[in-house]
């Protein structure tokens, strides 16, 4: 059972980061593209040297900067699956997957071919063995490259969109793949994705990382439920306002708009605050209508696009520069409404359905 601390600044790409994941918890990286999470997989893969700061595995510490300490990759018990492959191109499948734990753990050629070929048959590659990466596909490159990872018996396990390329049932195959392994073995695992179903069958935990800085972190029923930054709204597909709390109750924006909720906890007048609530809880008329709910915004309309029996309407970017406020509404209403980017309509919501939470 091994755990991960990293506490580190990498000056020319803006990163400074500090976290911790216990052993045998799925940590989720979320963030926008840009925002560091690469480059923090590769400061703890060894592959890219932070100019402060340090990581340690377990008990062991990998980089130290002060101390002058970088163990060398392979050293480090650290599996990192990119969304490239990056298969060896001379070595056949199953010599790509032999060569962790026969350059990592010293076994025989013999064990560790055996060895590959259990990690195959567990991610369903088993008739792979003897092709060259070249005459894979990209699912199934993505699969051996992912028992590869695994075979070294990682004390880490760093993944980088772990799905990419792999159709609807590998990738369900994959997590549960994942799940099993993570939860028996105890490992430490960061987990970069840019898909909900990944955080919602696999992570433990959630941080979001904007230019360079965990800007939220916590329980993944939490952030998802009541994100706290931008792109974590949008990644649990809510909408997100910013301002301030007023002696009122209500969140006031800087460009002088009201939100109103239900009771508000934990957040003083004047501190900085968000205000969640769901597309579903939008309505959309073009005026206002006499008698609506207490919150009412006028926004243009900047998309009208269709999501399964519901047509989401996204409004032009809030005056912060925060994405647009969304509204899920039927298809009946979208008829009635005909709506089309570039014309103003108002957006109403129920005081009940907004959460005001602290800023992050």
Request: proline share 6%; aromatic share 2%; glycine share 10%.
């Amino acid at each position: 059972m091994t755990g991960l601390r990293i506490g580190v600044e990498v000056a020319d790409r803006g990163v400074q980061v500090e976290l911790e994941v216990a052993a045998g918890e799925v940590l989720a990286l979320l963030g926008p593209n840009g925002a560091g999470k690469s480059t923090l997989l590769h400061v703890l893969a060894g592959t890219v040297r932070p100019d402060r700061g340090e990581v340690r595995v377990g008990d062991r510490t990998v980089t130290d900067c002060a101390a002058g300490v970088h163990m060398l990759t392979h050293e480090r018990r650290v599996g990192l699956l990119m969304q490239d492959p990056l298969l060896f191109p001379h070595l056949s499948v199953l010599d790509n997957v032999a060569f962790g734990p026969r350059s990592g753990k010293r076994l025989s050629r013999k064990d560790s071919r055996d060895m590959a070929r259990r990690w195959l048959a567990e991610v369903g590659a088993t008739e792979l063995g003897g092709r060259m990466p070249a005459a894979l596909s990209g699912g199934q490159a993505q699969r051996v490259a992912l028992a590869r990872a695994l075979a070294a018996d990682p004390d880490v396990l760093l993944l980088d969109e772990p799905m990419t390329g792999l159709d609807v049932s590998m990738a369900t195959a994959m997590r549960a793949l994942l799940s099993r392994v993570l939860t028996r073995d105890g490992r430490a695992a960061i987990l970069v994705t840019h898909d909900v179903l990944d955080v919602v069958t696999l992570a433990d935990r959630v941080a979001v990382l904007e230019s360079g800085r965990v800007v939220e972190s916590g329980p993944a029923v939490e952030i998802l439920a009541a994100p706290r930054s931008r792109f974590g709204a949008r990644f649990a597909g809510v909408n997100l306002v910013s301002g301030r709390l007023g002696d009122d109750g209500a969140l006031h924006t800087d460009w002088g708009v009201r939100w109103h909720a239900g009771p508000v906890s934990g957040v003083a007048v004047g501190d900085r605050a968000v205000a969640v609530f769901a597309p579903a809880a939008v309505a959309v008329y073009r005026q206002a209508p006499h008698g609506s709910p207490r919150n009412a915004v006028e926004v243009t309309v900047a998309e009208v696009d269709s999501r399964g029996p519901a047509i989401r309407v996204r409004a032009e970017p809030q005056p912060d520069g925060a994405p647009g406020l969304a509204a899920d509404i039927t298809a009946a209403a979208a008829a009635d409404l005909r709506l089309a980017p570039g014309e103003r309509v108002v957006f109403t919501v129920k005081a009940q359905e907004l959460t005001i939470s602290p800023a992050p």
